[in-house]
C-alpha cells in the first residue's frame, strides 16, 4: 500500500519549482539559505543545475534562495543589506503562522508556540512572536507557573501532530484566563499523518522514507510506531533489508514531505522482490 498523500507537499514542489525557475533566470550565483529540502538526493540534483547549499548569507553572492521554513526578519533584512536578490520560497502556510504569531504580540497575547526548538521554522515563528514568547516540543515541558491568569495565544509549527496541540490546549484553558489557539498545521501535513495511521493499523510493516533530519519524517514515524512496531525509517531505498518483511502480508509505504514520488514507487517496486 502506497500512501497517497505522502511525500512531496504543496509548499516543497513550489519551492523546488522557484528555484529551477530562480537558476535559469539568473546570470550570476544562486544559492539557498540551508538545503531547499531534507533530501540530500534532491539537494544534489539542485546543485547540478547551479543552485547550491549556503550555511550563513557570508558565504551568499548573487541570488538567494529562502527555503519553505521561512526566515525571521533579521535575516531578510541582512540578506537586503548585504545588496543579495532575495527569492522567497517560504511555504504560505508558514507565512501564516509567522502572520498569526505576529499578531499575537500585537493583541499582547502572551505566545506559546508549539514546535521543535531548534527548528528553522520555529526560530522564524519566536522572532515573529517577540520575546518572551514560550516554546514547546510538548504539552507536558509547559510550566504551567507562566501562564496562570493571562491571555495566552497558540501557534503551531506547521509540521506538528494535531494529538500534540490537543494536549496543548487542554493543558492550558484550565489555567489561563483566555485562551486563542491558531491551528497552524498545514492540511498537507494533517492528511499525510491521518493516511499515515490509517496505513499502520492495516500492514504488517511500514516503511516511511525521508531524510534523517526531516522533522516531519520523524513525526510521521513516531505516529506510525505507536500502532505497528515494525516501522522503519529510511532514507535511502538501498536501506531496505529483507528481513524486515518476514511473514508480512501487508507492507505500507509513505514518505515525508522532501520525498519525491519516484522514490517511493522504488520502494514499492524493491519490497515486492523481497516479500516473494
Ligand atoms: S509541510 Fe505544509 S507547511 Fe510545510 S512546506 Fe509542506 S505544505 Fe508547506
Known sequence: ?????????????????IACEAARGSEG???????????????????????????????????????????????????????LKIVDATCPYVKVAQQKASSLKER?????????HEHPEVVALIANAGAGAIVVERAEELDLARVRGKKVGVVVQTTQASANLSALAGRLAPACRELLVYNTICNATRKCQEEALELALLADAVIIIGGRNSANTARLAKLCREVQQRTFHIEEVSE????????????????????????????KRLIATLTV
Not at 1 to 17: I, P
Not at 57 to 83: M, Y
Not at 108 to 116: A, C, D, N, T
Request: charge should be negative; proline fraction near 6%.
Open 108 to 116: 499582547r497575547y502572551l505566545p506559546v508556540i508549539l514546535g521543535e
Open 29 to 83: 550565483p544562486v544559492h539557498t539559505l540551508g538545503p531547499i529540502i531534507h533530501n540530500p538526493g534532491v539537494v544534489r540534483e539542485l546543485a547540478a543545475t547551479g543552485v547550491s547549499s549556503v550555511d550563513s548569507l557570508a558565504g551568499a553572492a548573487g541570488t538567494i534562495i529562502f527555503r519553505t521554513h521561512g526566515v525571521t526578519p533579521q535575516v531578510a533584512a541582512e540578506a537586503e543589506a548585504r545588496g
Open 1 to 17: 500500500m502506497v500512501s497517497k498523500h505522502g511525500g512531496y507537499c504543496y509548499g516543497v514542489q513550489r519551492a523546488l519549482k
Open 240 to 267: 531496505l533489508e529483507a528481513g524486515w518483511f518476514e511473514e508480512a502480508g501487508t507492507v505500507a509505504i509513505t514518505a515525508g514531505a522532501s520525498t519525491p514520488p519516484e522514490q517511493m514507487e522504488e520502494a
